[in-house]
């Protein structure tokens, strides 16, 4: 507890004020902090890690980090194959979870990726206002400032950055008997449910990780949820179950004793020391009773804005997320912005129906990112060097990013590198900007590329011109190594780009 | 939760909605972990004209234009429901569809159109009974 000792941070007057200490709040100090822009980061725990510190329960993470891979470590193409680790500014920074790992798998126990977070706080010389509730906001209107009101008192400023992650337990409230039955967190010991019957509610990645995690002890597990589950392998998306949990599907199909059910469940009774889970099906119609010995609802995680309250922050999906602009902005609340986990309501273009990967790390590192620099160069007038490209290098450069630039590959269709052609013909790099801000937005003539997954699951990249004010979409080809920097994509590319091309 | 809504009125609208009036409860609480609820601040496009990969839409409050062009040619409201011709066609919008005002919606992703409909022919033939209503003003429009 020595942070506790010397905290920093004192209750008062701040720029910018970042609530949370897991990585959306690590990440987004470490950014702000790298443009020079003044900030307190203040914690409820009192250690870094947020939801690393629990969870997953069974121990290792569904986002890999190759220790061994095509790119050098610590480099940014790196980051392709790392989905864990934060972003430094350094190469002594980068890739901290892979020097924690030891080989027996590639996905990092929890342990292993609480340590890479803990280290790259203290390598970035993160200061973080430990032990400090967040219990309210208000906003001071004659000072044009928000309020944060806390367990050590109030911190004033004009830019709030939430960072608290989806880490309230969700459960729906119209199943009668479902306030008995423990969340997804309340899962006790694997050995406890040792020759037991065990309904899980919902089919989704916790859900699949509890049954994965029972299969060597339950005497009979049921998976039940009214649609059928959506598997990565066949969905192209990291938000669908992971291929890694799915032992309890596989028992299923091949008859293996372990149920996964379409039904929505209807109500759940206790009977004496169990449960009995009513329920109707729905991909076949048919009623069910199931008499269990325990019940667990992985029924999801909603974001705690109690404190935002007062404020009048839109949310929807049954309120767990705030409704969010291309930049993490409420769209209700001006100045009150999101970074980690919460920024997934900032849905972005989803094309094919491809969600962002802003709900985990390899994804939500960059938002903080990008959001670090909106903020510092629209609040407080600072703006990184925009590099100049000479004509000649702009195809090569769009095609190395759509190639190798982790941003591209981990925020599809999401995030997007842009250049801008200014009135006297030069080129500047704009560098990693929302995909939905460069095609909804007014702006000067502009190129940007993403790289998308389409229906079909190729993956290629995507080319958006804007010019006298409209945007153009261009897409290029796939290829089945995934090399988009060859003769083929640069003829492609170059034939898009000859009338935008001084 | 601050305009939060609670989580039984997604099916609860699904269930006033005359896409699904033929649906039980059962299959309406199935329709509502099948779709994902988008919100779209006022001024936001939901669909691009041009643009790819956009998906099917049903209005659940709000209101929306259909804009081609720049120029607005229709008002969409709660239960009216779009971009299933660009699915079905698989070409690109002709319209940009954009929030006038606050709006929510339930959003089928375009590739998993095809299987919703045929696993559920009753919200099939309810599509085409508004696609006829929509042919038959448009016809009434031009004579």
């Not at chain 1, 032990?131 to 004009?158: I, K, P």
Request: include cysteine.
């Amino acid at each position: 507890m020595a942070e506790l000792a010397s905290r920093p941070f004192e209750p008062g007057r701040y720029p910018v004020v970042v609530i949370g200490s897991g990585p959306g709040g690590v990440q987004t100090s470490a950014s702000l902090r790298a443009l020079g822009i003044r900030h307190a980061l203040l914690s409820s725990d009192d250690v870094p890690g947020g939801m690393f510190r629990r969870f997953p329960l069974f121990q290792r993470l569904i986002t890999w980090t190759k220790p061994f891979a095509p790119a050098e470590r610590r480099t940014r193409p790196y980051e392709w194959y790392d989905w864990n680790s934060l972003l430094g500014r350094v190469p002594s920074e980068q890739s901290l979870v892979a020097g924690f790992m030891d080989g027996t798998s590639y996905f990092p126990s929890r342990p292993e990726m609480e340590q890479g977070l803990a280290a790259f706080a203290s390598c970035c010389d993160i200061r973080v206002r430990y032990g400090c509730t967040w219990e309210g906001t208000r906003r001071d209107e004659e000072a044009d400032r928000f309020v944060v009101e806390t367990s050590d008192g109030d911190y004033a400023c004009t830019a709030l950055v939430v960072a608290v992650g989806m880490t309230e337990p969700w459960k729906p409230s119209n199943i009668p008997g479902i306030e008995d039955v423990p969340h997804y967190v309340d899962t006790r010991g694997a050995r406890t449910y040792a020759d037991r019957r065990v309904f899980v509610i919902g089919k989704r990645n916790s859900g699949f990780e509890i049954a994965d995690g029972l299969l060597p002890w339950a005497r009979q597990l049921i998976l039940g949820s009214p649609r059928p589950a959506k598997i990565s392998v066949l969905t192209h998306s990291t938000a669908a179950a992971r291929a890694r949990y799915l032992q309890p599907y596989e028992d299923h199909v091949l008859g293996g004793g372990t149920f996964v059910l379409d039904a929505a469940i209807e109500r759940v009774e206790r009977t004496g020391e169990g449960f009995r889970v009513h329920a109707s099906g729905t991909s076949r119609p048919g009623a069910y009773a199931f008499d269990v010995d325990d019940v667990v609802a992985a029924t999801g995680f909603g974001t705690p804005l109690a404190p935002l309250e007062a404020l009048g922050v839109k949310t929807f999906y049954q309120g767990r997320l705030p409704a969010q602009t291309p930049h993490w902005e409420s769209t209700t609340v001006p100045g009150v912005f999101f970074a980690g986990s919460i920024t997934q309501g900032s849905v972005g273009l989803k094309k094919y129906g491809m969600p962002s990967s802003s709900a985990a790390v390899h994804g939500f590192r960059y938002n903080g990112r990008v959001l670090a620099e909106h903020l510092a160069a629209t609040r407080f007038g600072v703006r990184p060097t925009r590099r100049t490209v000479e004509p000649s290098e702009v195809i090569g450069l769009l095609l190395d990013e759509a190639a190798h630039g982790p941003e591209l590959w981990h925020q599809q269709s999401y995030l997007a590198r842009q250049l801008t052609r200014g009135s006297d013909g030069s080129i500047a790099d704009d560098g990693i900007v929302p995909l939905q801000q460069f095609v909804d937005q007014a702006g000067p003539d502009s190129v940007a590329i993403a790289v998308e997954t389409d229906a079909e699951g190729d993956i290629h990249p995507a080319v958006y011109l804007r010019t006298g004010g409209s945007v153009e979409e261009h897409l290029l080809a796939g290829d089945p190594l995934l090399r988009f920097d060859g003769e083929e994509h640069r003829a492609q590319l170059e034939s898009i780009m000859k009338e935008w091309l001084p | 939760m601050p305009n939060g809504q609670s989580d039984s009125d997604v099916v609860d609208v699904l269930a006033q909605l005359s896409l699904f009036s033929d649906l039980s409860r059962p299959q309406l609480e199935a329709v509502a972990h099948t779709f994902e609820e988008e919100v779209f601040a006022e001024g936001q496009r939901v669909i691009r004209q041009g643009f790819g990969g956009t998906g099917f839409f049903i209005i659940m409050d709000g209101e929306a234009a259909v804009r081609v062009n720049g120029e607005d040619a229709a008002t969409l409201t709660r239960g009216d429901f779009f971009g299933e011709v660009s699915v079905l066609l698989g070409e690109p919008p002709i319209a940009d569809i954009v929030a006038t005002r606050p709006l929510r919606c339930l959003v089928l992703a375009g590739g998993d159109l095809e299987g919703f409909l045929v696993e559920y022919p009753r919200v099939l033939y309810r599509m085409v009974q508004a696609q006829a209503r929509r042919l038959r003003s448009a016809m009434q429009w031009r004579s």
